[in-house]
């Protein structure tokens, strides 16, 4: 038939439906012919291609988003190399390693140990020729030199993953060769970086950890079933950079990953699930990018960065382990950017003794203890976070400090971490690959800002802290106690630029002793009091307005200076100083409620209170009926957050928190804890 005789676009509908062997008669019957089936490429080629079992992306694992130049050629090359090695294969489902070249049914078998023809590999490959099988026993194999491969040999470890060692340096002059079920570890005269590739095997019940990488190790560790090992399922340390990728991780005996000393790699799209220990553990300068995982139902922490462990933590489900989704203590410093956190057993982020890191961007959601719980002496910068419906505190900080002997015990404490002297070596020997880490700015305050923190089962911020703290430009709503209630500060609290709206109690609680700055705040339409202070410190230029009892109330020893707020009740006076409060109240704006209650109530304690410079605005009936008595507009209603990016990020945060929970079924009961982190004192 001429091609002519259809359009092209016909044609190609038509030859899309060809199986393989009717494209290939085709292509030879004409040039014309040849072109049109060429023309297919990004059709029926890439359909064969990504429609075969045994061939991946050809881009695949790094860039499987980019296009191949051609499919037809990708398809035709892993054809033509899968086609070698299996061609009267007798035993090709004995391994589930790739098939690089294919078998000859006149090959020989080579046994090498301490009981066969051949006690060392060197001298089974001196005699193999192509297309050999050599098995062996198992042992350690060390070579004294480099070990050449001059012709394609197939190279099987006999017994269990594990049971076979090869400390050798391989040069390989052949174009391919096959390993099987070998645990290769560097010679000792060589800095060769090894290049593994790990693909779809099971790794289970090792006595040690399923996969133990170091020395600068690379390569793929791809699709495979790592568990029920007795230390970590994967172990990556002295350098080594590993891509690990959509492998299950799950019901080990300690942790799913472990990263230390210097370690690296790319840890993607993997399930970890069910492990005794956390999910990925980071230490002693471990510095991974952990993206897009799901990290589930494990006994310990989703994520525990300690000891100075860094890493970037992005993108990642961690649902539903037994203690904080992300714990970081001793030093640790991670970027833990857009994560969904959610439905722990206990808080969703630890910051504990030490700990420090960008916790920004997260969906912190559903936990059965706070949100964030952060202990002083740690400097975390939490920004830019949506921090809802946890069962306790949105945000909680503690003056508690970590127990060394729980600590140890339960986390990593009989675990080889110290081998050889490596940690002394680890502190002075940080890797100079810094644009894997994308660093933040150090902070020397702890920093809370631009974070969504609303309907907590108790205060959306919680304060008992010995030290400085800045909370600046928070959304605080509708929490079920007070929005922020500081209870221990001995330091200033910075409370500056926030929303702070619609809570249960009042907006904002000072307890006696307590030393707090309340600046720039919008503190509106709280259950009781606006704010209540029993401490000291200065409230300026806040617009306090709309609240059920007090706007502001001073309490006992409060020694507090108001000045420049906009202070309205709905239902009580505008501002009441009672007891021994003593300060200044002046140059406020007071407006009159809706009641006929007066704006100021004062006990006699003109010596120690000055109220002065005030301004008493009133409204008439008609005004107040109508709710228009005034507008806020000559400073706008406050907060005044200039050059935020707040409200974007609100925006994309609901947007990330319906995509992700749709993936999300889980169900967790209630319970509380009233002064700190349920199991605050270990990992």
Same mark, same amino acid.
């Given at each position: 038939?001429?091609?002519?005789?259809?359009?092209?676009?016909?044609?190609?509908?038509?030859?899309?439906?060809?199986?393989?062997?009717?494209?290939?008669?085709?292509?030879?019957?004409?040039?014309?012919?040849?072109?049109?089936?060429?023309?297919?490429?990004?059709?029926?080629?890439?359909?064969?291609?990504?429609?075969?079992?045994?061939?991946?992306?050809?881009?695949?694992?790094?860039?499987?988003?980019?296009?191949?130049?051609?499919?037809?050629?990708?398809?035709?090359?892993?054809?033509?190399?899968?086609?070698?090695?299996?061609?009267?294969?007798?035993?090709?489902?004995?391994?589930?390693?790739?098939?690089?070249?294919?078998?000859?049914?006149?090959?020989?078998?080579?046994?090498?140990?301490?009981?066969?023809?051949?006690?060392?590999?060197?001298?089974?490959?001196?005699?193999?020729?192509?297309?050999?099988?050599?098995?062996?026993?198992?042992?350690?194999?060390?070579?004294?030199?480099?070990?050449?491969?001059?012709?394609?040999?197939?190279?099987?470890?006999?017994?269990?993953?594990?049971?076979?060692?090869?400390?050798?340096?391989?040069?390989?002059?052949?174009?391919?060769?096959?390993?099987?079920?070998?645990?290769?570890?560097?010679?000792?005269?060589?800095?060769?970086?090894?290049?593994?590739?790990?693909?779809?095997?099971?790794?289970?019940?090792?006595?040690?950890?399923?996969?133990?990488?170091?020395?600068?190790?690379?390569?793929?560790?791809?699709?495979?079933?790592?568990?029920?090992?007795?230390?970590?399922?994967?172990?990556?340390?002295?350098?080594?950079?590993?891509?690990?990728?959509?492998?299950?991780?799950?019901?080990?005996?300690?942790? /799913?990953? +472990? $990263?230390?000393?210097?370690?690296? =790699?790319? *840890?993607?799209? %993997?399930?970890? @699930? #069910? !492990? &005794?220990?956390?999910?990925?553990?980071?230490?002693?300068?471990?510095?991974?990018?952990?993206?897009?995982?799901?990290?589930?139902?494990?006994?310990?922490?989703?994520?525990?960065?300690?000891?100075?462990?860094?890493?970037?933590?992005?993108?990642?489900?961690?649902?539903?382990?037994?203690?904080?989704?992300?714990?970081?203590?001793?030093?640790?410093?991670?970027?833990?950017?857009?994560?969904?956190?959610?439905?722990?057993?206990?808080? /969703?982020? +630890? $910051?504990?003794?030490?700990?420090? =890191?960008? *916790?920004?961007? %997260?969906?912190? @959601? #559903? !936990? &059965?203890?706070?949100?964030?719980?952060?202990?002083?002496?740690?400097?975390?910068?939490?920004?830019?976070?949506?921090?809802?419906?946890?069962?306790?505190?949105?945000?909680?900080?503690?003056?508690?400090?970590?127990?060394?002997?729980?600590?140890?015990?339960?986390?990593?404490?009989?675990?080889?971490?110290?081998?050889?002297?490596?940690?002394?070596?680890?502190?002075?020997?940080?890797?100079?690959?810094?644009?894997?880490?994308?660093?933040?700015?150090?902070?020397?305050?702890?920093?809370?800002?631009?974070?969504?923190? %609303?309907?907590?089962?108790?205060?959306?911020?919680?304060?008992?802290?010995?030290?400085?703290?800045?909370?600046?430009?928070?959304?605080?709503?509708?929490?079920?106690?007070?929005?922020?209630?500081?209870?221990?500060?001995?330091?200033?609290?910075?409370?500056?630029?926030?929303?702070?709206?619609?809570?249960?109690?009042?907006?904002?609680?000072?307890?006696?002793?307590?030393?707090?700055?309340?600046?720039?705040?919008?503190?509106?339409?709280?259950?009781?009091?606006?704010?209540?202070?029993?401490?000291?410190?200065?409230?300026?230029?806040?617009?306090?307005?709309?609240?059920?009892?007090?706007?502001?109330?001073?309490?006992?020893?409060?020694?507090?200076?108001?000045?420049?707020?906009?202070?309205?009740?709905?239902?009580?006076?505008?501002?009441?100083?009672?007891?021994?409060?003593?300060?200044?109240?002046?140059?406020?704006?007071?407006?009159?409620?809706?009641?006929?209650?007066?704006?100021?109530?004062?006990?006699?304690?003109?010596?120690?209170?000055?109220?002065?410079?005030?301004?008493?605005?009133?409204?008439?009936?008609?005004?107040?009926?109508?709710?228009?008595?005034?507008?806020?507009?000559?400073?706008?209603?406050?907060?005044?957050?200039?050059?935020?990016?707040?409200?974007?990020?609100?925006?994309?945060?609901?947007?990330?928190?319906?995509?992700?929970?749709?993936?999300?079924?889980?169900?967790?009961?209630?319970?509380?804890?009233?002064?700190?982190?349920?199991?605050?004192?270990?990992?």
């Amino acid at each position: 038939m001429e091609i002519s005789g259809l359009p092209l676009e016909l044609w190609r509908l038509i030859l899309a439906y060809l199986p393989l062997p009717d494209l290939g008669r085709c292509c030879v019957v004409c040039r014309a012919w040849y072109e049109l089936i060429i023309s297919l490429d990004n059709t029926r080629w890439r359909q064969l291609c990504l429609g075969c079992s045994e061939c991946k992306h050809p881009n695949w694992p790094n860039h499987p988003d980019v296009e191949p130049q051609s499919w037809r050629e990708a398809f035709r090359q892993h054809h033509l190399t899968s086609k070698i090695w299996t061609r009267n294969a007798q035993d090709l489902e004995s391994s589930n390693c790739l098939y690089l070249f294919r078998r000859k049914k006149d090959r020989k078998t080579i046994f090498v140990g301490p009981t066969s023809e051949h006690v060392n590999l060197r001298s089974a490959l001196a005699v193999a020729n192509v297309y050999d099988k050599i098995i062996i026993s198992p042992g350690v194999y060390e070579e004294q030199n480099e070990v050449t491969l001059k012709v394609p040999v197939e190279i099987i470890g006999r017994g269990k993953l594990g049971d076979v060692a090869l400390l050798v340096s391989f040069d390989q002059h052949c174009p391919t060769a096959r390993l099987c079920n070998l645990v290769l570890m560097p010679a000792w005269f060589t800095p060769v970086v090894y290049k593994i590739i790990m693909i779809r095997n099971e790794i289970s019940q090792c006595k040690a950890s399923g996969i133990f990488l170091r020395l600068a190790a690379g390569g793929l560790i791809a699709d495979n079933n790592i568990h029920s090992n007795s230390e970590a399922g994967i172990d990556i340390r002295k350098g080594a950079n590993p891509l690990i990728l959509c492998n299950q991780i799950h019901s080990g005996h300690r942790s /799913g990953i +472990v $990263v230390l000393g210097n370690g690296k =790699g790319i *840890i993607r799209s %993997n399930r970890i @699930y #069910g !492990n &005794k220990e956390a999910g990925i553990y980071i230490l002693y300068n471990g510095n991974p990018v952990v993206s897009g995982n799901h990290i589930y139902q494990g006994l310990a922490a989703g994520v525990a960065v300690n000891e100075n462990g860094r890493g970037q933590i992005l993108e990642n489900i961690i649902r539903e382990n037994h203690w904080g989704g992300a714990d970081i203590r001793r030093g640790g410093d991670p970027v833990l950017r857009k994560n969904l956190i959610c439905y722990g057993y206990s808080d /969703g982020v +630890v $910051v504990g003794e030490r700990g420090k =890191g960008l *916790i920004e961007g %997260n969906t912190i @959601y #559903g !936990n &059965k203890g706070c949100g964030v719980w952060v202990m002083s002496s740690s400097l975390p910068h939490i920004a830019n976070n949506q921090i809802s419906r946890n069962n306790i505190y949105g945000v909680a900080v503690f003056c508690r400090k970590d127990d060394v002997n729980d600590y140890l015990n339960n986390q990593g404490g009989d675990e080889n971490f110290n081998d050889e002297g490596e940690i002394i070596s680890w502190e002075n020997d940080f890797d100079s690959d810094e644009e894997r880490y994308t660093s933040h700015k150090p902070i020397t305050v702890a920093l809370i800002e631009f974070n969504n923190i %609303n309907h907590n089962g108790a205060a959306g911020l919680y304060i008992k802290s010995s030290e400085t703290l800045n909370i600046i430009a928070n959304a605080v709503h509708a929490n079920h106690d007070n929005g922020i209630a500081i209870y221990q500060s001995s330091q200033f609290t910075h409370i500056t630029n926030n929303s702070i709206t619609c809570n249960s109690v009042g907006g904002v609680l000072v307890e006696a002793g307590c030393k707090v700055e309340l600046r720039g705040n919008g503190i509106y339409d709280n259950s009781s009091h606006g704010v209540t202070s029993k401490g000291e410190g200065t409230v300026l230029e806040n617009d306090i307005l709309g609240n059920h009892g007090y706007g502001l109330q001073l309490l006992e020893n409060a020694d507090m200076k108001v000045t420049k707020n906009r202070i309205q009740s709905l239902h009580d006076y505008g501002i009441a100083i009672l007891d021994q409060a003593k300060g200044a109240v002046q140059e406020n704006q007071i407006f009159r409620g809706k009641v006929g209650k007066t704006i100021l109530e004062k006990t006699e304690n003109p010596e120690k209170c000055t109220v002065q410079s005030n301004e008493i605005l009133a409204c008439s009936k008609n005004s107040c009926r109508s709710g228009i008595a005034w507008k806020l507009d000559n400073p706008p209603a406050r907060p005044l957050v200039e050059g935020s990016n707040r409200a974007t990020s609100m925006v994309q945060t609901r947007q990330r928190v319906a995509s992700m929970t749709t993936r999300i079924a889980a169900t967790v009961e209630g319970g509380c804890h009233d002064n700190g982190s349920i199991f605050c004192s270990i990992l």
